[in-house]
């Protein structure tokens, strides 16, 4: 099979596609480059490799270990790898604590992680928009969620992990040991060799529950006012804005995890997306009757809700990324520093005067926080992200305008959304690109490296 990213847009396919089950093996000896391919997540082409070689990293999904460590007993114990790793799906019974420790292959989703732990308490301290990534790949990407101004990236809440490389070495990788490697490959886009276990921290919860606060806003001042307070009181703090609206308007939501007791409504089963229709239903007309009817539906201003739906609102329809269109489609994030509130103002009345945009427009901000890795996206500022239709040329001439709005405020693009930042924004963005060269495995590659790094 022709495998290709979440956005689905045209690209060569991989020369070969290599299933990789065993964490102990060695890597293939081949004349073309290498990448490690999860679950295909995301969007652009970092997870790509054309004419290389794909290792489907899928089949390690295997427990290795769980070591709960409560703050109260000092210093947590190390995770034991047990002696018959566990199938992810085999039941994981977990001690008491107020923090753990999970180590697993890196071919581990985050859905199989939220599946067995959850209902024991356990959920992950960071998490994306979307639980169907592996382990390996949130670490190559260093995701972030909702709570960055109090949990900081995914990276932040990694322990260790084993790096193969193509000459063969292991090696183990964490804030004291090897800890370059460690911050070369938090972020790194898979380009260091390839992840296979990782030791990761979860964090205790009391129930499968949010309690969620709702609040229109009109307007980025609204919005940074209402952030400023969410931020300080709440644990999770997000807002979707309507990327068509003349003056910017949304939903804000903070939100945190409900008591002991609480009872939120298990979600039903996940809906898929039928067929890819010829053209995109995403359009000024159709976007513009969303946004309205999104914007004005009735909200409670305070509710009980499970954590599954707030955390992942589109996992509710499996393969909802075909109904972008067979051309497929953009996601574009950046992040500005927070001084730069004109920037976000600017991007959103050229987004609206374009009369594209998204239905999931997100807007939030990042904390003070570093985040671990010399590649990772976000710093301190405010994040937008959209999905938009690809329309050809002007889908571009958008995009070539929001660049340099962006590239003006000093800010950057997320490269695992990203599927044609040019190589100027890239190196500016990340001003530790020439360093980050020295750790690239000379066997490794991707469409996105050789694209900007050319």
């Not at 690209?11 to 000896?29: M, V, Y």
């Not at 566990?86 to 989703?109: F, I, K, M």
């Not at 919860?205 to 931020?231: I, K, M, P, Q, Y």
């Not at 004109?342 to 570093?370: C, N, P, W, Y």
Request: aromatic residues 10%; proline residues 7%; charged residues 20%.
């Amino acid at each position: 099979m022709a495998l290709n990213s979440w956005g689905r847009l045209p690209s060569l396919p991989a020369a070969q596609e290599i299933p990789w089950r065993q964490r102990d093996d060695a890597l293939p000896k081949l004349p073309i480059p290498l990448l490690a391919f999860g679950n295909g997540r995301s969007y652009g082409d970092s997870c790509l490799n054309s004419d290389g070689a794909l290792l489907l990293t899928r089949g390690t999904d295997r427990f290795i270990s769980f070591d709960a460590a409560p703050t109260t007993r000092g210093k947590p114990t190390p995770a034991t790898p047990a002696t018959h790793p566990t199938p992810a799906h085999t039941q994981v019974t977990a001690t008491d604590g107020d923090s753990a420790y999970l180590r697993c292959e890196a071919g581990v989703l985050l859905a199989d992680i939220i599946e067995v732990f959850l209902p024991r308490g356990w959920f992950l301290p960071v998490t994306p928009g979307t639980r169907f990534v592996t382990v390996g790949g949130a670490i190559a990407n260093d995701v972030h969620g909702k709570n960055h101004h109090r949990a900081g990236s995914f990276g932040a809440h990694v322990r260790s992990f084993e790096l193969l490389r193509s000459d063969g070495s292991r090696r183990v990788c964490s804030r004291h040991e090897n800890a370059d490697w460690f911050a070369a490959t938090i972020g790194g886009l898979g380009l260091t060799g390839l992840i296979t276990w990782a030791e990761i921290e979860l964090r205790r919860v009391d129930s499968d529950g949010l309690t969620v606060e709702n609040t229109r806003f009109h307007g980025l001042d609204e919005f940074f006012a209402l952030n400023g307070e969410a931020e300080a009181a709440h644990e999770y703090a997000v807002a979707w804005i309507d990327c068509l609206a003349k003056t910017p308007r949304g939903i804000f939501m903070a939100a945190d995890h409900a008591p002991a007791g609480s009872r939120a409504r298990t979600p039903g089963k996940a809906k898929r997306a039928p067929f890819t229709p010829p053209l995109s239903p995403v359009n000024t007309a159709s976007l513009s009757l969303f946004n309205q009817a999104y914007y004005h539906r009735p909200l409670p201003s305070r509710g009980l809700t499970h954590l599954l739906p707030f955390f992942y609102p589109l996992d509710g329809v499996l393969d909802w990324n075909r109904l972008y269109g067979r051309r497929g489609f953009y996601q574009y994030q950046c992040v500005v520093p927070l001084a730069a509130r004109a920037a976000i103002d600017e991007m959103l009345r050229a987004i609206a005067a374009s009369g594209q945009g998204s239905l999931l427009a997100v807007l939030k901000t990042f904390g003070h926080d570093a985040s671990p890795g010399m590649l990772s996206f976000p710093m301190e500022g405010t994040t937008l992200a959209l999905d938009f239709p690809d329309q050809g040329e002007a889908t571009q001439a958008l995009f070539g305008r929001l660049d340099a709005i962006v590239a003006s405020a000093g800010g950057r693009l997320y490269p695992a959304k990203d599927a044609r930042m040019p190589a100027y924004l890239f190196r500016q963005g990340y001003p530790q690109f020439d360093a980050f060269g020295r750790f690239v495995d000379p066997r490794f590659s991707s469409n996105f490296w050789r694209r900007i790094s050319a």
